[in-house]
């Protein structure tokens, strides 16, 4: 079974930045794609960033040249930086890793942005 944990969430402020990471219990290499998802107060969960296997990216609009998702393949981990962030950022941030047969998620990571 695939383990996924995220680390790195918390209370920032308004225009701050974190980073968020997420470490994998087999190889990155073993998945076809990597991505962070959201889910805000009261909203459906949303996908934010992706990564495929190749190494090709995609991000929700409300995110794009604030955010930016990667990879460290010795560590097993994705990151997804976070810049300029904004109180409509607050959400729970999920870790989902989609292989051919089987879809895992981490257990989420608070991001509050608040001044």
Not at 21 to 38: G, H, K
Not at 84 to 95: F, G, H, R, W
Request: net charge positive; aromatic share 10%; hydrophobic share 35%.
């Amino acid at each position: 079974q695939v383990q996924l944990v995220e680390s790195g969430g918390g209370l920032v402020q308004p225009g701050g930045s974190l980073t968020l990471s997420c470490a994998a219990s087999v190889s990155i290499f073993s998945f076809n794609a990597m991505a962070w998802y959201r889910q805000g107060p009261g909203k459906e969960r949303e996908l934010v960033a992706r990564i495929t296997s190749g190494g090709w990216t995609n991000y929700a609009d409300s995110v794009k040249g604030r955010f930016t998702i990667s990879r460290d393949s010795a560590k097993n981990t994705v990151h997804l930086q976070m810049n300029s962030l904004k109180p409509e950022d607050t959400a729970v941030y999920y870790c989902y890793a989609l292989q051919t047969n089987r879809n895992s998620w981490g257990q989420g990571t608070q991001v509050t942005v608040s001044s």
